[in-house]
């Protein structure tokens, strides 16, 4: 069981609140434990399209077809060396597909796996034919959620394939630029067009960024005004989805340092300022979001301090009202007290002196707080 430090009520309140507005992590672990029984290759994950898509781009600077329909049976066949191949698969779960086309490809098994798996860690792998590397896409969902999406890649000298989950607008502006002959993209090779690629996903990660940033500008805002449980819940969903991004894009640049870094023969040597430029928009999006997170922390911090501030006006208030009342109660007191003998009790005008004497301890009391600025 984890301890808490009971001299932090904030922590314990916090792990609360993370119960309620932590995203939802699924390690499939089920269907994990059914394919390493099996010793067959099996589709881990959630299944987010009905069927799976194919699409073919074959271009130079000079032609350029597109296949849509059968384009994985066609892939393979068509191979020219003259052109640059991208064939894009929406869905994964469709295993006898995607393992035909490995086939087809001569594709290392351990590679098949990986595309199919898709709660694997980024990672980056080079083989003698093929690099084949995998990231985790980042977009915003609705108002509220991240949807996270695990994009593979295969390079070759001449072709590129990309595994999406699903189907999404990661990459349409490339499909415009393939087809209107816009930039740099048909003119160059199959390591342009992944750089192109990783840099739209990458864009994907500075709007999500963006986006949270000024939910935390709103917060800030709101919380200064008045702070509310509502506010320290959102602050805290915010919190998850800064720290969900920076999980995703720490492996994201640690994959482009190592296909940067590394003398692949499938990046040229006139692509390699590209990746490295990758490489420092994917650090400074780590600093951006952690920017976030500090600013998250210090939020969270003044909202603390500030119901710490109106209990204490609150306490303040009450104690100042009972320090006043505690000599009217005493006098109340000791005139209510049944003694037959007691000296006032026959003077003819004792109730009107109690009653002012009690007025005049409360103004005296009440312009001494003041002064002192207790009230």
């Known amino acids: 069981m984890k301890d808490f430090d009971i001299t932090r009520p904030d922590k314990l309140l916090f792990s609360g609140l993370k119960s309620l507005v932590s995203l939802p992590i699924s390690l499939y672990t089920d269907q994990k434990s059914k394919a390493k029984g099996s010793g067959q290759v099996s589709f881990i994950g959630e299944k987010k399209v009905e069927e799976v898509t194919t699409q073919h781009y074959l271009y130079n600077s000079d032609t350029l077809d597109i296949v849509n329909e059968n384009a994985h049976d066609t892939f393979p066949k068509n191979l020219d060396d003259k052109k640059t191949h991208w064939l894009n698969i929406y869905g994964l779960h469709d295993v006898q597909l995607i393992e035909k086309l490995c086939t087809d490809l001569k594709l290392d098994r351990i590679t098949l796996r990986h595309v199919l798996d898709t709660t694997l860690r980024p990672k980056v792998e080079a083989y003698d034919s093929y690099l084949f590397f995998s990231i985790k896409s980042v977009l915003r969902e609705g108002d509220e959620d991240l949807k996270v999406e695990q994009v593979s890649f295969i390079l070759s000298h001449n072709y590129v394939i990309s595994f999406q989950e699903e189907v999404g607008d990661h990459f349409d502006h490339i499909r415009n630029k393939i087809v209107e002959k816009l930039g740099l993209v048909r003119t160059k090779k199959a390591d342009f067009l992944v750089y192109q690629l990783l840099d739209a996903i990458l864009d994907n990660y500075y709007e999500t960024i963006e986006w949270i940033n000024t939910e935390v500008e709103q917060i800030q805002r709101q919380i200064f005004k008045e702070p509310s449980q509502d506010l320290l819940i959102r602050m805290e969903h915010m919190k998850q989805l800064a720290q969900t991004i920076k999980k ?21 040597k006139d692509t390699d300022k590209y990746f490295m430029e990758l490489i420092s928009s994917s650090e400074g999006a780590i600093d951006e979001v952690q920017s976030t997170l500090n600013s998250l922390e210090s939020l969270t911090n003044v909202y603390f301090s500030s119901l710490s501030q109106k209990m204490n006006e609150t306490m303040k208030v009450l104690t100042t009202v009972a320090t006043i009342f505690i000599p009217l109660t005493f ?39 003041k002064r002192k600025k207790w009230l």
């Open 331 to 369: 006098i109340a007191g000791v005139y209510g007290m049944n003694f037959e003998y007691m000296p006032e009790l026959k003077f003819h005008y004792g109730y009107h002196v109690v009653w002012g004497v009690m007025g005049m301890t409360f103004v005296a009391m009440f312009i001494y707080f």
């Open 248 to 268: 995703a894009l720490t492996p994201f640049k640690d994959s482009l340092r190592i296909i940067g870094s590394s003398d692949s023969k499938f990046i040229l």
